[in-house]
């Protein structure tokens, strides 16, 4: 019975399979962005832009899991 269960805390780490799809559409999104501005001519292609836009986007989704645990935990001491 669910209700029954106690509360192990958060759930483990994200998979491997989620760590690499947050790090390929991170990348894959920024060099749409670049490539854009190349092919239109506005701002400029940047290789620096690509890599920071890709860290940036895996900083947001350890944030999003970090808060999340951090819910669960809150959510499960409050429960008794």
């Known amino acids: 019975d669910k209700a029954q269960k106690k509360y192990r805390g958060p759930s483990p780490a994200p998979s491997a399979d989620e760590r690499h799809t947050v790090f390929l559409l991170s990348f894959l999104f920024t060099l749409g962005i670049e490539t ?45």
């Open 36 to 80: 854009v501005q190349l092919v239109f001519k506005v701002g400029s292609f940047d290789v620096d832009d690509m890599f920071l836009n890709t860290i940036g986007g895996i900083a947001g989704y350890l944030s999003l899991m970090l808060c999340r645990g951090i819910r669960r935990l809150m959510n499960g001491a409050s429960k008794g």
